[in-house]
């Protein structure tokens, strides 16, 4: 399952990444002007009758002779999407303990369990006040549907240029974290880099 993913993010079959990305695009936008219930049940009702449609049509091709009367949605049928016992569990305890690790980040930042991270915090929450003025919940769900389906191949494409920049943003970053780690421990200089740096001399 996860490489069928895979393969439609990366574009493997065109056809069909198409048309899930569409659909997925297409079914967001109607949020827009309408319910989700409404969404979901004219969905439904397209696919179903479009299958039924095709079933029927491959069963009067059989009995007319005209094909072998094989099921048309039977790789579909066939798809295997239960789980074991095993598999239920290992994944249960995954999500819980995702949850829970989750759950005491947050404890850390909201009750300060150390300044910087939680200064950190405080300013993501406050950039995304400014976003939730200019977008709402549904439009970042269709750009993120959209940046799913478009940077993993971007950036494929491009690695290396992708790369190069993101080292610079990150040593940036790093210098501007150093400053005001610096800071909070009460200024001075950088510490020295090299192995055994000089000490300071004796008054």
Known sequence: MASKVMDLIFWKETERTGMVLTGLVVGLLSLFQLSIITVVSTVSLAVMCFTISVRIYYQVLFILSWGDGEHPFKSYLDLDISFSGEDADRYMQRAIVMFLSAVDTLKRLIFVGNLFDSLKFLVLMYLVT?????????????????????????????QEEVDSYIAKIQAQYDNIKDIFQRLAQGGGPPPDPTPGGAKPKAQ
């Open 130 to 158: 400014y976003l939730g003025r200019l977008f709402n919940g549904l439009t970042l769900l269709i750009i993120s549907v959209i940046a799913v389906f478009s940077l993993p191949l971007f950036y494929r494409q491009r």
